[in-house]
């Protein structure tokens, strides 16, 4: 397994996860209108949505590989456009605008707060945009199985630890007030890093 594909996989792992979007949202809003702990449940949900579109993906791709190689290479480019074209959105991102939340003795089961977040990933065309986009980056006809597992893996974990770490930390005031007044900032670096990474895959060999 290359080291520099790895990196690469853990680099655009912590980009997708820690910018803004419907799992972050997500578990945002069931971490300040119900609890911590059902925060922490949704994002077990949306950790088993990652398992989910990694699969299917590795799958599909290698199924793409064995047949054509040209319409293999047609999806990687198309991927490495992807990855710059949300990269571009994210440096248009405006500043959050904070929306009123009425505090209520509301109370939510583990299980529906897993499946919110669940539904919530696997449900977004996004995902399955992204994963390919990335997988295509660093799979060929020579990767072995148990690398690819490791490079799924890798965004599995990343999304399983930032999201419970959101659910833990957001429920607190002080830190809700000050991720919300600079996420507009977050999420335009992580914009730039996104068309960067885009640009170096686009034209990058792939190797084991």
Same mark, same amino acid.
């Not at 064995?66 to 571009?88: D, E, H, P, Q, T």
């Not at 999304?159 to 419970?164: G, I, K, N, S």
């Given at each position: 397994? @290359?080291?520099?594909?790895w990196?690469?996989?853990?680099?655009?792992g912590?980009?997708?996860?820690?910018?803004p +979007?419907?799992?972050f949202a997500? $578990?945002? #809003?069931? @971490? /300040?209108?119900?609890? #911590?702990? $059902?925060g922490?449940?949704?994002? /077990?949900g949306? =950790?088993?949505?990652?398992?989910?579109h990694? $699969?299917?993906?590795?799958?599909?791709?290698?199924?793409i590989?064995? &047949?054509?190689?040209?319409?293999?290479?047609?999806?990687?480019?198309?991927?490495?456009?992807?990855?710059?074209?949300?990269?571009?959105?994210s440096?248009?991102?405006?500043?959050y605008?904070?929306? @009123?939340i009425?505090k209520?003795?509301?109370? !939510? +089961?583990?299980?529906?707060?897993? #499946?919110i977040?669940l539904? %919530?990933?696997?449900?977004?065309?996004?995902?399955?945009?992204?994963?390919?986009?990335?997988?295509t980056? !660093?799979?060929?006809?020579? =990767? &072995?199985?148990?690398?690819?597992?490791?490079?799924? %893996? $890798?965004?599995?974990?990343q999304?399983?630890?930032?999201?419970?770490l959101?659910?833990v930390?957001?429920?607190q005031?002080?830190v809700?007030k000050?991720?919300?007044?600079i @996420?507009?900032?977050?999420e #335009?670096?992580? +914009?730039?890093?996104?068309? %960067?990474? +885009?640009? &170096?895959?686009?034209f990058?060999?792939?190797?084991?």
């Open positions: 397994m @290359s080291f520099a594909n990196l690469t996989v853990f680099s655009l912590m980009v997708a996860v820690m910018s +979007g419907p799992d997500l $578990t945002l #809003r069931n @971490s /300040l209108v119900y609890s #911590r702990k $059902t922490i449940y949704t994002a /077990l949306i =950790t088993v949505g990652h398992i989910i990694a $699969t299917y993906c590795l799958i599909g791709i290698g199924a590989i064995s &047949r054509s190689i040209i319409l293999f290479n047609i999806i990687k480019w198309v991927g490495a456009a992807y990855l710059i074209y949300i990269g571009i959105k440096l248009k991102a405006k500043k605008q904070e929306e @009123s009425t209520q003795a509301l109370k !939510i +089961g583990n299980w529906a707060a897993f #499946r977040g539904l %919530g990933d696997v449900l977004n065309p996004k995902a399955t945009l992204f994963f390919l986009a990335l997988f980056q !660093i799979i060929h006809p020579a =990767t &072995r199985l148990n690398v690819q597992v490791v490079y799924g %893996g $890798t965004i599995v974990v999304a399983l630890a930032w999201y419970t959101v659910a930390l957001i429920s005031n002080a809700k000050l991720f919300q007044s @996420s507009h900032w977050i #335009r670096i992580t +914009g730039a890093v996104l068309i %960067g990474l +885009g640009l &170096r895959l686009a990058a060999k792939a190797n084991d």
